[in-house]
Structures are given as structure tokens and as C-alpha cells.
Nanobody, 120 residues
Framework: QVRLVESGGGLVQPGGSLRLACAASGRFFSIRSMAWYRQAPGKQRDLVAS???????NYADSVKGRFTISRDNAKNTVYLQMNSLKPEDTAVYYC??????????????WGQGTQVTVSP
């Protein structure tokens, strides 16, 4: 059974910074990819940044130049460094991972979500 545990959310002023972390735990074969999504009240859940096993990164246009996704493979952890935060960044941020539980089977896993609030 695989779990994604998130940390680092909180309240920050506009222009401030925050660093999110997501660690995968449990029994699994490998992590195929990891990503960060966010969902504001009344809005769809949108992709913020992704970091695949191929070492490629992808960012939403709204966060390019401000957010950076990184990972520590030894710790099975992905990070999201958020700089120059804006009020429109306020949302619940979710960690996502495509994890192979066995050599032949993979599935989608989600963290519990962590609230990020950007307000003066």
C-alpha cells in the first residue's frame, strides 16, 4: 500500500516563498513520475509542475519562472519551490505520483492536499 505524504503549506504574503515536499512511502517497485497539481475553490484541478522519470520538467504557464520542481530519488521525495507568490496562487496543492506496485502494474496515487494561502 502506497501513500504520498505532503508538507510545507501555509500562509504567506504576496511576493513571499514557500517550499512543498511530498514523500512516497510503502511497498512499491518504482516511481514512474511525480507532479504537483492545485485546485482553487470552485475551480478544476490543474497541473502545476511535473517531473518524470526521464528527468524532463513541465510547468504551467502561470508559474513559469517562479516555481521549480525538484526531486531526491534516494528519499522518494519531490519538492516544489514557490517564489514570488501571488494571491492567485492560493489553492489546495496536491502531490501526484504514477507508481509501479509490481513490475507489471502501475497506478495513480494522490496526496491528501496541503493549503497554500497568499494574502497580505
Amino acid at each position: 500500500q502506497v501513500r504520498l505524504v505532503e508538507s510545507g503549506g501555509g500562509l504567506v504574503q504576496p511576493g513571499g516563498s514557500l517550499r512543498l515536499a511530498c514523500a512516497a512511502s510503502g511497498r512499491f517497485f518504482s516511481i514512474r513520475s511525480m507532479a504537483w497539481y492545485r485546485q482553487a475553490p470552485g475551480k478544476q484541478r490543474d497541473l502545476v509542475a511535473s517531473f518524470t522519470s526521464g528527468d524532463n520538467t513541465n510547468y504551467a504557464d502561470s508559474v513559469k519562472g517562479r516555481f521549480t520542481i525538484s526531486r531526491d530519488n534516494a528519499k522518494n521525495t519531490v519538492y516544489l519551490q514557490m517564489n514570488s507568490l501571488k494571491p492567485e496562487d492560493t489553492a489546495v496543492y496536491y502531490c501526484y505520483a504514477d507508481i509501479s506496485s509490481t513490475l507489471y502494474r502501475s497506478g495513480d496515487y494522490w496526496g491528501q492536499g496541503t493549503q497554500v494561502t497568499v494574502s497580505p
